[in-house]
């Protein structure tokens, strides 16, 4: 009778600390990631070290990969993708192979799910953010974004924690005291940080001048684009269905969705 409740609290055990890494667990609803439908506008990124020892980024709202069919409409047939990415931020720019996807200001290598874009917290933490949005959080805000996620695609409640805990940095634990000083920071009027643009209805830039872009019909110098829309790479805009023209980025409908950062 002991050892079979010594077995039973083992088990218990276990599944207490169980971690949610992988897409074979069953009655979980993934998003399909052929899009950026139901997938979190925000995931913190952890700081880690490479198989070489080099510092990295990992910034992924799932730990291991699997293949994913995306629709390509130039080849009009689906593609296949892995749904991570790996590069490196160098100077200031992060990069895979000869496409743009965010910034960071240190030199590490970095794995990102696709559908996104590094950048930068409103704390100043790393933070990937989706394709699509132009919201900027803190780090907290986040890690309550991606916390939200697991529960919505029905993460198991004893398995929640220890999930989270591979996504954030510092864990669980750092993520409950610091999410509080997080809300506060967001309604502090004293906030400097943008969290979103506005209208933009037109924007052109004229590929035969440096500095002649124009936003609503208005003159905007190119160091100030980033105050009427949010940067992007080129690549993102081509999995959204964009193009890119000079640079700015445009929809499918053109209209404007972003500027390529120089």
């Not at 949610?20 to 609803?29: M, R």
């Given at each position: 009778?002991?050892r079979?409740?010594?077995?039973?609290?083992?088990?218990?055990?276990?599944?207490?600390?169980?971690v949610?890494?992988?897409?074979?667990?069953?009655?979980?609803?993934f998003?399909?990631?052929?899009?950026?439908?139901?997938?979190?506008?925000?995931?913190?990124c952890?700081?880690?070290?490479?198989?070489?020892?080099?510092?990295?980024?990992?910034?992924?709202?799932?730990?291991?990969?699997?293949?994913?069919l995306?629709?390509?409409?130039?080849?009009?047939?689906?593609?296949?993708?892995?749904?991570?990415?790996?590069?490196?931020?160098?100077?200031?720019?992060c990069?895979?192979?000869?496409?743009?996807?965010?910034?960071?200001?240190?030199?590490?290598?970095?794995?990102?799910?696709?559908?996104?874009?590094?950048?930068?917290?409103?704390?100043?933490k790393p933070?990937?953010?989706r394709?699509?949005?132009?919201?900027?959080?803190?780090y907290?805000?986040?890690?309550?974004?991606l916390?939200?996620?697991?529960?919505?695609?029905?993460?198991?409640?004893?398995?929640?924690?220890?999930?989270?805990?591979?996504?954030?940095?510092?864990?669980?634990?750092?993520?409950?005291?610091?999410?509080?000083?997080?809300?506060?920071?967001?309604?502090?009027?004293?906030?400097?940080?943008?969290?979103?643009?506005?209208?933009?209805?037109?924007?052109w830039?004229?590929?035969?001048?440096?500095?002649?872009?124009?936003?609503?019909?208005?003159k905007?110098?190119?160091?100030?684009?980033?105050?009427?829309?949010?940067?992007?790479?080129?690549?993102?805009?081509?999995?959204?269905?964009?193009?890119?023209?000079?640079?700015?980025?445009?929809?499918?409908?053109?209209?404007?969705?972003?500027?390529?950062?120089?």
């Open positions: 009778m002991k079979i409740i010594s077995i039973l609290l083992l088990i218990f055990c276990a599944n207490a600390n169980a949610v890494d992988h897409y074979a667990w069953g009655a979980i609803a998003p399909d990631e052929t899009s950026t439908n139901g997938l979190p506008e925000a995931i913190p952890i700081a880690k070290k490479a198989f070489n020892g080099q510092p990295m980024l990992k910034c992924t709202w799932m730990e291991t990969t699997r293949d994913v995306i629709w390509d409409a130039q080849r009009k047939q689906d593609v296949r993708y892995v749904n991570q990415v790996s590069g490196q931020c160098l100077r200031g720019k990069r895979i192979s000869n496409a743009m996807v965010g910034e960071w200001n240190q030199d590490v290598l970095f794995t990102l799910s696709i559908w996104y874009r590094i950048g930068t917290s409103t704390d100043g933070v990937a953010y394709v699509d949005t132009s919201h900027q959080v803190s907290a805000e986040a890690g309550s974004i916390y939200q996620f697991y529960l919505d695609i029905s993460v198991p409640d004893n398995q929640l924690a220890s999930t989270f805990d591979k996504r954030y940095e510092g864990g669980y634990a750092a993520w409950q005291a610091q999410k509080g000083n997080a809300q506060e920071a967001a309604q502090s009027p004293s906030s400097s940080a943008q969290s979103e643009w506005p209208d933009v209805k037109t924007a830039c004229n590929p035969r001048m440096d500095d002649d872009c124009y936003i609503n019909s208005k905007v110098p190119i160091a100030e684009l980033g105050k009427w829309l949010p940067d992007i790479s080129e690549s993102n805009a081509d999995q959204l269905g964009g193009h890119c023209e000079t640079i700015l980025c445009f929809d499918n409908d053109d209209h404007p969705m972003g500027y390529l950062l120089q």
